[in-house]
């Protein structure tokens, strides 16, 4: 996590340097020691000075800064030669810099959004040593700038930027402000939009963002394109005047389908889906993993549980008794993971892309991957028959659930059997078919009997349960929705999580025992104020959450069982989960609050997701297991692959939640004026969330429409309340809503409510005239206004 090199609290012993008026120097070490103006500062001060002004790193800034002249100089520049020397320092144009440092303008390559919709940028020349370039989050305001607003960037767009150390800790080391935009990319000078057809041949491209513009389409340019097609272009022409003009490159078919709704959310959020010649290539010249520093697990029945429609299987599993006298009664368990790291290595074409990527993206029909088929469904899926290198963790268990001992190994596997959790749930609850019935009483009964044992360890540990059932879309041959369900939460699912964990859990151990720095998957436990938040909320219910700041998973956990079969059990859990702070990737290991646990990294999907694939190179690199270890230079940048990663993460499901709901949208386009049955989801000043659970989707009532009243906003009851009447509705309400308004291109959906308010606490009607919030609580009045005649 980057530190504030400016915050003394987390630096304790070092010097601070400030820089006062008119160029007046104060240099107060911890010690209170002045530093003389005029003489040579430490080593030490000089390099938190480099670090923190970068914009004054040359040495006719540096000798200014110090109040430094004659002889002073001389000494001055015999130090940062010798500073250069032993690497401490390096040269950048005029700058002096700390190596891997940025300098103090330049060139960016503008990659992605983080949570808050910030852009982030990476150098756009970066030392193929250095390893991962670092990530810098660009501010886009023109507070200050005197002389017209500051340049605007986008994704795509390679900028020239002025670079500051970043100030917050927890996201990228640098911030930057744009001066410059030295190119207008794009994805590449790709687009995305709706094709309107003209009379006479050819027509306009219509933008699926708010911010994009129009562009003229000539009829030699229109392709196979059709009025209504979703569609990539290319811009041919463009100029000061006129709409931009525009070549139909792709046709990606019908807005209505789901395969253009996730290519929407694509290029909105950024995600790269197209691999480069350069990685294909590299993917293709891949060949079988030889047997060096392996051992021979071949014999060993090792099975994969994946879902029925899994295309690669990067995790096996097996279990047994252990046979050790120590151990009466306790179980081995053998989790295998595919060896990404040996196809995958630094500074490859195929870790340049992985890295860009972070993860793999799931949409309802396809999935943008993180590494090539070449890699990811061929030769690391561990396919039933097939020789597989793998990573494996053999771990101990006593029969309580007590971790023994664990071991890792470098394997060469052939899995037993493919199964899915279906199938393999079906042969344990006694209906097998012909390829489980052989396997189970060998193999899938020892497994069951070792997850009732990790079980044991589980209820002990007090994760946090939240019940919060996830839906699947099932699409039609089109690409549009047929139906909408939950799936059922089968013990095979729970197993193989279980194992996954324990496998998780295995890896930060070892890595952390061996001094090896890592990338942790950490979740920090909620803060104060959300705390408060919930416990005010609790309050409305008759429910209490224990005050002080050593909330643990479990305590939640007493929360949660008293609402089970309660009418407000889906809202508890609802304000639990909106309590609870986002996880993340970081060095610096903080535990996971939810998982309860105080080591833990993510090992188990090397194919998916690029922080496995740095845990496994750690692993390699400090057990001495052969090629494809870590870097001393990623070892360096896992600040920023942590911050970037994180953020890949984010933009990941933000993008998948999109096409969710555009797709939900579309499927509802149709069904306007219709009454449907709801649950209200959240409550804000300017309205109600409500969520329709036999479709998963999700749309707004506006305030406004709810009546003549005026409404108060309580935010510890998460309600709105009618001033006159009292009547109004809270989180949690079941209610019947029309649909008025559908946007699928949006994603958006508006509803009219049609269900009468009920009596709401007399608490939420207590305010002030003015409509402020009152001192005794937390409502708020809003005001409503008459419905549109007809719909009352």
């Known amino acids: 996590m980057t530190r504030n090199p400016r915050d003394r609290t987390e630096r304790p012993g070092k010097p601070a340097v400030r820089i006062g008026r008119a160029g007046k120097k104060v240099i107060m070490p911890a010690d209170d020691t002045v530093i003389i103006h005029g003489a040579v500062p430490p080593r030490d001060v000089l390099m938190r000075f480099i670090s923190e002004n970068p914009d004054k790193a040359s040495k006719r800034e540096i000798y200014k800064a110090f109040g430094l002249k004659g002889e002073t100089r001389i000494e001055l520049k015999s130090m940062l030669r010798d500073m250069e020397q032993d690497g401490l320092l390096e040269k950048k144009r005029n700058s002096l810099v700390r190596p891997g440092a940025l300098p103090p303008v330049t060139v960016l390559d503008?990659?992605?959004?983080?949570?808050?919709?910030?852009?982030?940028?990476?150098?756009?020349?970066?030392?193929?040593?250095?390893?991962?370039?670092?990530?810098?989050?660009?501010?886009?305001s023109s507070v200050g700038q005197s002389k017209g607003k500051m340049p605007v960037g986008g994704i795509g767009d390679r900028v020239l930027a002025k670079i500051f150390p970043a100030k917050d800790r927890g996201g990228p080391a640098y911030t930057a402000r744009i001066i410059k935009v030295l190119d207008r990319k794009r994805n590449n000078n790709a687009a995305l939009g709706v094709f309107r057809a003209s009379p006479d041949g050819g027509g306009r491209i219509m933008p699926i963002e708010k911010r994009g513009e129009e562009m003229q389409v000539d009829a030699e340019h229109q392709g196979p394109a059709?009025?209504?097609?979703?569609?990539?272009?290319?811009?041919?022409?463009?100029?000061?005047?006129?709409?931009?003009?525009a070549a139909v490159k792709t046709v990606i078919g019908s807005v209505a389908t789901e395969k253009a709704i996730s290519m929407i959310a694509i290029h909105a959020h950024g995600i790269p889906y197209i691999f480069p010649d350069s990685v294909i290539k590299e993917a293709d010249a891949a060949g079988p993993a030889t047997m060096s520093h392996r051992e021979d697990w071949r014999s060993l029945p090792l099975i994969t549980i994946d879902p029925a429609d899994a295309k690669d299987h990067d995790d096996a599993v097996h279990a047994e008794p252990d046979p050790s006298p120590d151990n009466e009664g306790g179980v081995i368990v053998t989790v295998a993971i595919a060896d990404v790291s040996w196809y995958v290595r630094p500074k490859s074409a195929?870790?340049?892309?992985?890295?860009?990527?972070?993860?793999?993206?799931?949409?309802?029909?396809?999935?943008?991957?993180?590494?090539?088929?070449?890699?990811?469904?061929?030769?690391?899926?561990?396919?039933?028959?097939?020789?597989?290198?793998?990573?494996?963790?053999?771990?101990?268990?006593?029969?309580?659930?007590?971790?023994?001992?664990?071991?890792?190994?470098?394997?060469?596997?052939?899995?037993?059997?493919?199964?899915s959790y279906n199938q393999a749930q079906a042969a344990i609850d006694g209906n097998p078919d012909d390829q489980t019935g052989p396997l189970l009483d060998p193999i899938l009964k020892p497994l069951w009997n070792a997850y009732a044992i990790l079980t044991r360890g589980r209820e002990r540990r007090q994760p946090l349960e939240l019940n919060m059932p996830e839906r699947k879309i099932v699409l039609k041959a089109d690409g549009t929705v047929d139906r909408v369900f939950v799936p059922d939460r089968l013990d095979a699912h729970k197993l193989i999580e279980e194992m996954m964990i324990q496998a998780n859990v295995a890896a930060a151990e070892t890595l952390e025992i061996k001094r090896q720095p890592l990338v942790y998957r950490v979740h920090g436990a909620p803060s104060l104020a959300k705390q408060e938040t919930l416990r005010e909320f609790l309050a409305t219910l008759d429910l209490s959450l224990v005050k002080g700041g050593n909330l643990r998973s479990n305590h939640f956990n007493?929360?949660?069982?008293?609402?089970?079969?309660?009418?407000?059990?889906?809202?508890?859990?609802?304000?639990?989960?909106?309590?609870?702070?986002?996880?993340i990737y970081s060095p610096e290991?903080?535990?996971?609050?939810?998982?309860?646990?105080?080591?833990?990294?993510?090992?188990?999907?090397?194919?998916?997701?690029?922080?496995?694939?740095?845990?496994h190179r750690a692993l390699v690199g400090t057990l001495g297991l052969g090629e494809g270890g870590i870097t001393p230079a990623e070892e360096a940048a896992l600040n920023d692959i942590a911050a970037e990663i994180s953020t890949f993460e984010r933009r990941a499901m933000a993008a998948e939640r999109d096409t969710v709901d555009r797709l939900i949208a579309h499927h509802l386009s149709g069904r306007v004026n219709e009454e449907f049955d709801g649950r209200i989801s959240g409550v804000t000043k300017a309205g109600l969330f409500v969520t329709l659970?036999?479709?998963?989707?999700?749309?707004?009532?506006?305030?406004?429409?709810?009546?003549?009243?005026?409404?108060?906003?309580?935010?510890?009851?998460?309600?709105?309340?009618?001033?006159?009447?009292?009547?109004?509705?809270?989180?949690?309400?079941?209610?019947?809503?029309?649909?008025?308004?559908?946007v699928p291109l949006a994603g958006a959906l508006r509803f009219e409510m049609i269900s009468e308010g009920r009596k709401m606490p007399t608490a939420t009607r207590s305010f002030h005239k003015s409509g402020r919030r009152d001192r005794s609580g937390g409502a708020r009045k809003m005001p409503g206004t008459r419905p549109p005649r007809g719909k009352r």
């Open 110 to 140: 503008i990659t992605t959004r983080d949570k808050d919709g910030e852009l982030i940028g990476r150098p756009a020349e970066w030392p193929d040593d250095a390893g991962v370039a670092p990530a810098v989050s660009i501010r886009q």
């Open 226 to 245: 059709k009025d209504g097609d979703l569609v990539e272009v290319e811009i041919v022409r463009s100029g000061r005047f006129g709409l931009p003009r």
């Open 350 to 419: 195929l870790d340049h892309e992985a890295a860009k990527r972070g993860n793999s993206v799931y949409f309802p029909d396809r999935v943008v991957p993180m590494l090539p088929e070449r890699i990811s469904n061929e030769l690391c899926s561990l396919k039933q028959g097939v020789d597989r290198p793998a990573l494996a963790v053999r771990m101990r268990f006593s029969k309580e659930g007590r971790k023994a001992g664990h071991t890792f190994h470098r394997i060469m596997m052939k899995s037993a059997a493919k199964l």
């Open 558 to 583: 007493g929360i949660l069982s008293q609402a089970v079969d309660k009418p407000y059990e889906t809202m508890v859990n609802e304000m639990v989960l909106r309590s609870q702070s986002q996880a």
């Open 589 to 615: 290991n903080i535990g996971h609050f939810g998982l309860n646990l105080m080591k833990y990294a993510h090992f188990t999907s090397p194919i998916r997701r690029y922080a496995d694939l740095i845990v």
């Open 693 to 742: 659970p036999a479709y998963g989707a999700d749309g707004f009532v506006p305030i406004s429409t709810l009546g003549r009243d005026y409404f108060i906003y309580d935010e510890a009851h998460q309600a709105l309340s009618g001033e006159k009447t009292g009547l109004g509705y809270r989180l949690g309400d079941q209610i019947r809503v029309k649909l008025v308004e559908a």
